[in-house]
């Protein structure tokens, strides 16, 4: 076994076990300490709580790690398809042992937390890391479908506050969702043109070719079924925001109305 593979296997096992030590016991305490009406919660949601604890986490992480890698990594910027780097190599390890355990957590609290969403998700993911992971391909670009995870954060925010009864339309519940609204936008959805527009750029060449058939299936048909999620998520997201963007603007007619001066 090379160092690599060492590096790949060890990373991915503490990722995995450390979110499992979020989850269970770290997540429990610090919400606690932080956020009073932590401990107010039901049961059922504070499991939610705490799996949207290690999403957070897990975003913030290789979303930082992985925007440097996109900016600042030779080997995958000079070839994107087939630049082996060991630096994305341990995103991908680190987001995988995240997903491992993500999984197994909805599968133990189905009936709390479940979805056939994000089990297809995780899996979908999983997929496509393996081929990185083995043969050290398309790593620029499993790298930059990590820079997705940016929005991970506000959608999970969203989630904090309505357990927490902050009013729908407090400044911070507004500001979040504006802010989780666009940058959804800008980092899983605007990207999708750019991202089409260069598999076909590269289709028939030789690098494409030397991938083999199963590798450029896996990659393309494991994008496709991320990405239709990601428009899925994005509709209903925008249609929430508007909506409550609507209901502010009426709110404040209303007011008007009532101070007898009509805007």
Known sequence: MDTNTKLVISTLFTSFFAFQLLFHFISYWFSAKVSPGFNRLSFEKKIEWNSRVGSTCHSLLVGVFGLYIFLFDEATIADPLWGDSSLVKVNIAVSSGYLISDLLILILYWKVIGDKYFIIHHC????????????????????????????????????????????????????????????????????????????????????????????????????????????????????????????????????????????
């Open 124 to 263: 979908t993911a999983l997929y496509a890391y393996f081929f990185i992971l083995r043969d050290g391909v398309l790593g620029y670009i499993g790298n930059f479908r990590l820079l997705a995870e940016f929005s991970s954060p506000f959608v999970n925010q969203r989630w904090f506050f309505e357990a927490l009864k902050y009013p729908k339309f407090s400044k911070a519940n507004v500001i979040n969702g504006i802010l989780m609204t666009v940058v959804f936008f800008i980092v899983r959805i605007s990207s999708i043109p750019f991202f089409y527009g260069y598999i076909y750029s590269v289709l028939g060449t030789e690098a494409y070719m030397r991938l083999g058939f199963l590798i450029q299936c896996s990659w393309i048909s494991t994008c496709v079924v991320l990405d239709v999620m990601n428009v899925m998520w994005m509709i209903k997201i925008t249609k929430g925001c508007i909506k409550v963007i609507s209901l502010i603007s009426q709110e404040k007619a209303k007011n008007s109305v009532q101070n007898g001066k009509l805007d």
